[in-house]
């Protein structure tokens, strides 16, 4: 324990980190989230294609991400998580809107180093026209 009463953040797994981030969505906690982003944190979001909005600093992405936990209009839903050292990818739904056609499936790529998210790349299925490589280009 630290002299604040909490746990030494350094020795938090990466499954611990990810499971409280992801707890901040899904119980709309976002009080967690500032113990859980590295100060140097890089996160790039889903939109806009093609490459998302990089966000830099831990400043900047708690407040990205606690707009998203307390946007009451969204919902975001992890379907699975898989970790691997300092790696997690979070496999997840993202509930936007009450229509049965308002969400879209996604994926974070995610980095822990010593207790605190200090990566995080989101990626989406997209809405509209993506050409597939098995579709003939109109002549």
């Not at 839903?77 to 996604?106: F, H, K, M, S």
Request: some cysteine.
């Amino acid at each position: 324990m630290s002299t604040s009463g909490t746990a030494d953040v350094s020795m938090r797994s990466t499954a611990d980190v990810i499971e409280l981030f992801n707890r901040a969505f899904t119980h709309r906690e976002a009080h967690l989230l500032p113990e859980l982003i590295a100060e140097g944190c890089v996160m790039e979001s889903v939109q806009p294609a093609p490459s998302g909005e990089r966000v830099v600093g831990r400043e900047a992405c708690t407040r990205w991400w606690t707009a998203l936990v307390e946007d009451r209009g969204s919902q975001f839903l992890p379907q699975e998580v898989i970790v691997a050292g300092e790696r997690a990818t979070i496999v997840w739904n993202y509930r936007y809107g009450a229509g049965p056609q308002d969400w879209v499936r996604g994926v974070n790529v995610m980095r822990v180093v010593d207790g605190r998210i200090v990566e995080a790349l989101g990626f989406s299925k997209t809405a509209g026209e993506v050409p597939l490589a098995s579709e003939p280009e109109a002549a």
